[in-house]
T-cell receptor, first 110, second 114 residues
Framework: QKEVEQNSGPLSVPEGAIASLNCTYS??????FFWYRQYSGKSPELIMF????GDKEDGRFTAQLNKASQYVSLLIRDSQPSDSATYLC??????????FGAGTRLFVKA | EAQVTQNPRYLITVTGKKLTVTCSQN?????MSWYRQDPGLGLRQIYY???????DKGDVPEGYKVSRKEKRNFPLILESPSPNQTSLYFC?????????????FGPGTRLLVL
């Protein structure tokens, strides 16, 4: 069974700090990696995707992928209270099947 | 405005009574997918469709059917719902280009099967 693991949290960080969210996956054949943000009672929203090893930056968000370690992370710089949400990691193994982690709850304290 | 719509948004039904949850997108996306979300389990993929008349099973397809007769619509059918299908359901549509992936989720359908 292919798996995607995330620490459920909650992860609490002060406003302005860097929030680091981590995700590991079991399928070495995985090719596409995604981070979603889901506010309570709302739909998931795609915020980052990464296909290659290394870092990908978009505004305050940086996704990091290490395929050798089967590890993908999301860094949120200058965290704001509005970043408080559940962050879902998802992995696609080259077809169209997508496996999600259970999510990490993030709280940013003002 | 780019949009994925789902209907109904809330539904209470009884075991065995067939139901359909509709999903429609206005972005001409080829790829559509259905997920269910349960506490502590995250999102689990039920079915996906790569294009009209092309569908395939996700991780938890048992008890569900789908069809893709038109590009914009991807209904989810529960022929004989059971209480373990009580869940929050999301439809999503996606496209890819050189810039990467674009994906939108619908607002969700909360289903209670008694």
């Amino acid at each position: 069974q292919k798996e995607v693991e995330q620490n459920s949290g909650p992860l609490s960080v002060p406003e302005g700090a860097i929030a680091s969210l981590n995700c590991t996956y079991s399928d070495r054949g995985s090719q596409s990696f995604f981070w979603y943000r889901q506010y309570s009672g709302k739909s998931p929203e795609l915020i980052m995707f990464i296909y290659s090893n290394g870092d990908k930056e978009d505004g305050r968000f940086t996704a990091q992928l290490n395929k050798a370690s089967q590890y993908v992370s999301l860094l949120i710089r200058d965290s704001q209270p509005s970043d408080s949400a559940t962050y879902l990691c998802a992995v696609n193994s080259g077809g169209f099947k997508t496996i999600f982690g259970a999510g990490t709850r993030l709280f940013v304290k003002a | 405005e780019a949009q994925v719509t789902q209907n109904p948004r809330y539904l209470i039904t009884v075991t065995g009574k067939k139901l359909t949850v509709t999903c429609s997108q206005n972005m001409n996306h080829e790829y559509m997918s259905w997920y269910r979300q349960d506490p502590g389990l995250g999102l689990r993929q039920i079915y996906y469709s790569m294009n009209v008349e092309v569908t395939d099973k996700g991780d938890v397809p048992e008890g569900y059917k789908v069809s893709r007769k038109e590009k914009r619509n991807f209904p989810l059918i529960l022929e004989s719902p059971s209480p373990n299908q009580t869940s929050l359901y999301f439809c999503a549509s996606s496209s890819w280009d050189r810039a990467g992936e674009t994906q939108y989720f619908g607002p969700g359908t909360r289903l209670l099967v008694l």
